[in-house]
């Protein structure tokens, strides 16, 4: 019986340490890219700006005013006032050709987008 007991804790061992570890990435929160990133959009009302204040990092965010391909124009001339490198997109889901923005970058209204990932 003992020797039972023994292969039991030995096998146990491992997982009772890595459990812990498992269970605490899971629970880490989410990094933050610190400060604004800025869009042109066009509404009825004319061009109007949209904003992501401290966006999540590693989440694909669709941007909501132009989320609707084939209703929308996409937005345009980017700016990344985040501490973080921005990749926008020109689909929704962060689908379609890409482009990098460096943190404090900025793109002209040629550039066209639908979606950012930060990083």
Avoid: Q, W
């Amino acid at each position: 019986m003992s020797r039972l007991r023994r292969a039991l804790a030995a096998a146990a061992g491992p997982l009772a340490l890595a459990l812990p570890l498992t269970l605490g990435a899971a629970a880490a929160p989410a990094h933050a890219a610190t400060g604004g990133f800025s869009y042109t959009y066009e509404s009825p009302g004319g061009p109007r700006t949209g904003y992501l204040i401290d966006p999540p990092s590693g989440v694909c965010l669709t941007l909501p005013e132009v989320a609707r391909e084939y209703e929308t124009p996409p937005a345009h001339s980017p700016r990344n006032d985040t501490g973080s490198p921005a990749t926008v997109y020109t689909g929704p889901d962060c689908s379609g050709a890409s482009y990098r923005l460096r943190p404090g970058g900025r793109a002209s209204e040629r550039l066209k987008l639908r979606s950012v990932v930060f990083f």
